[in-house]
């Protein structure tokens, strides 16, 4: 598993490269950081840019964009909308913090560094918003439990619901009660041993609803769960400490890449 990530990783780098993107950081998100993966599980990928100096003198849009790499997708983000994500307490984006599989540009690693150290500060800068952003996944996995899009049509047809998304709803119930009763943030990504099992067996359709309403009450019953919790959970107030650290690395990032491309543009002219 570690050598097929760490190739799509590398892959994804000489992809966004060529593109023209200055890379400082790729690092994986989903099914493989919380040990739930199966043999048919996409690698993917988000990677982190630095924009040019035109892009900031233009006002060029940030970059924000998904592209398709051999094994699956890569997001690809302007530091300054990481940063963003990661202030608004987003799981997909936070969880890149506590992954194993990551690639750090080597000239950007001491700068980013600080992300790393302090990344339990980071996932409780706005515990709040954590938690309105985690019960709204939930209540959009819920939604989508149904619905045949494009992506899960084809299990909808056949088997009634998306069982993805049921997976997806009990994941985030075992995570945001972790995360009201303190656990580590790791803990709370990476469900034990019997509930990795069970989460596995649902999304592979091991374990099958015939019934309709069992699924939708299945939903609802992990729903009903975190609400209950949330009645004794008072958020810490926002953690403006932390947002200042986040706010230098974006500028410390941005200030050496701009320095180092009008040296170039200096030298060449």
């Known amino acids: 598993m570690r050598e ?7 892959k994804a780098n000489a992809q966004l490269c060529a593109a ?3 890379v400082i950081a790729i690092m994986l998100y989903g099914s493989q950081n919380y040990g739930i993966a199966t043999p048919t599980s996409d690698i993917d ?3 982190i840019i630095v924009p040019s100096f035109e892009d900031i003198v233009l006002g060029r849009k940030m970059i924000s964009k998904t592209v398709e790499i051999d094994e699956g997708l890569c ?9 963003s994500c990661w202030k608004k307490q987003n799981v997909n984006f936070v969880e890149l913090l506590f992954t194993k599989y990551r690639w750090i540009n080597p000239e950007y ?3 980013l560094q600080p992300l790393f150290e302090h990344r339990e500060e980071i996932v409780h800068y706005d515990e709040k918003h954590a938690i309105n952003t985690i019960r709204g996944m939930i209540m959009e996995k819920y939604h989508a439990l149904f619905k045949p899009c494009p992506a899960q049509k084809e299990v909808v047809e056949k088997y009634g619901y998306a069982a993805k998304q049921l997976s997806h709803i009990w994941r985030l119930k075992d995570l945001i009660v972790k995360y009201i009763r303190g656990y580590s943030y790791e803990m709370c990504l990476t469900p034990d041993e019997i509930t990795a099992k069970q989460l596995i067996e649902i999304k ?9 309403d069992e699924v939708a009450a299945s939903g609802r019953e992990a729903m009903n769960k975190v609400e209950e919790l949330l009645k004794s959970f008072t958020p810490a107030t926002v953690n403006e400490k932390t947002g200042k650290l986040m706010d230098k690395v974006t500028a410390d990032v941005i200030r050496k ?3 180092e491309e009008l040296f170039n543009d200096l030298i060449e002219g």
Do not use: P, S
Not at 4 to 10: D, P, V, W, Y
């Open 20 to 22: 023209g993107y200055t």
């Open 257 to 259: 890449t701009l320095k």
């Open 4 to 10: 097929r990530i760490e190739k799509a990783i590398e």
């Open 75 to 83: 997001d690809v983000k302007d530091i300054r909308t990481m940063i």
């Open 204 to 212: 592979t359709y091991e374990m099958f609803y015939t019934d309709m």
């Open 109 to 111: 690693e001491e700068i």
């Open 45 to 47: 990928l988000k990677a």
